[in-house]
């Protein structure tokens, strides 16, 4: 049968890799790794000797087909990360996609999962939440996704590299002022740490210094009173004028204080000038 196994690895602690998983990487022809030197540690430390290949964000397409189409002639495969679920927030969601295309059928071996264990340890509001990756590093793009979630009401997750975290916890300050932000980090790691604050606090405390490890934010979603709270004019023109302390030109401070307050941006750009 055509099969390919979605395998999840541990995300710091090796004790949390499954039976099951084991069992799978052992049975199966060859594995599809992010980095074929992460993953030779894990199957090294378990006993597993397999055939490895190199799947990735910029070989993705090619070895995408190559991976279809020995499936297709009788092998079976299994893919993962270097650490947690593949094909969420990561290059495996194509090949899932090749699988449905050419009829392959996809099994999951569920393992840790990076942002679910974080909400759960949050202290925020688990019952509805969005999941939002990785922001881009694109200004344009980013722009855009914080923008589309400044009315966003669900607590809402994003993946973020320590040498990234500076640039966001300023963006978070700027574009969701002072909602609740939760910052985990080493998840399963002998540091693990869960810092509950504020995003106007975690900018203060580690704009500046920034924080070591992975790290997962967990950030309070808008809320009633937000929604509830009225602007005068000034105050609009205020929050505006903040921003563009921050850094923002005039027309983009007026835009996102228009967003949030609505207000008219015209309305806040004329008393600017």
């Known amino acids: ?3 390919l196994y979605v395998v999840g690895t541990p995300i710091g602690n090796l004790s949390d ?3 099951r998983a084991v069992e799978t990487l052992k049975s199966v022809d060859f594995i599809a790794a992010e980095d074929t030197r992460v993953t030779l540690k894990l199957l090294n430390h378990f006993g597993i000797k397999k055939e490895m290949i190199s799947y990735f964000e910029h070989n993705k397409l090619q070895r995408g087909e190559i991976i279809t189409q020995r499936i297709l002639d009788g092998e079976t495969c299994a893919i993962v990360t270097d650490a947690g679920m593949p094909c969420i927030s990561d290059p495996g969601e194509l090949l899932i996609m090749q699988c449905e295309e050419k009829g392959i059928n996809t099994v999951v071996i569920p ?5 679910a264990s974080a909400l759960a340890i949050s202290g925020l509001p688990t019952g509805r939440f969005a999941f939002e990756g990785f ?13 589309s979630l400044l009315n966003e009401e669900r607590t809402m997750l994003f993946y973020e590299a320590p040498h990234k975290l500076k640039n966001t916890l300023k963006d978070f300050a700027d574009y969701f002022p002072n909602r609740r932000l939760s910052i985990v980090r080493e998840i399963t790691k002998v540091h693990e740490e869960v810092i509950r604050t504020t995003t106007d606090r975690a900018y203060r405390d580690f704009g500046e210094t920034g924080l070591k490890g992975e790290i997962v934010l967990v950030l309070e979603g808008k809320t009633k009173e937000e929604n509830e709270e009225s602007y005068t004019l ?3 023109v ?9 850094g923002k030109k005039a027309t983009e401070a007026s835009k996102e204080i228009a967003t949030l307050t609505g207000f008219k941006k015209n309305e806040i750009y004329k008393e600017l000038l």
């Open 1 to 3: 049968m055509s099969v």
């Open 17 to 19: 890799f499954s039976p």
């Open 111 to 115: 393992g840790p999962t990076a942002f």
């Open 135 to 147: 922001l881009s590093v694109n200004k344009k793009s980013r722009k855009e996704h914080l923008e």
């Open 234 to 236: 000034s105050q609009a």
């Open 238 to 246: 205020e929050m505006a004028k903040e921003l563009i302390k921050k």
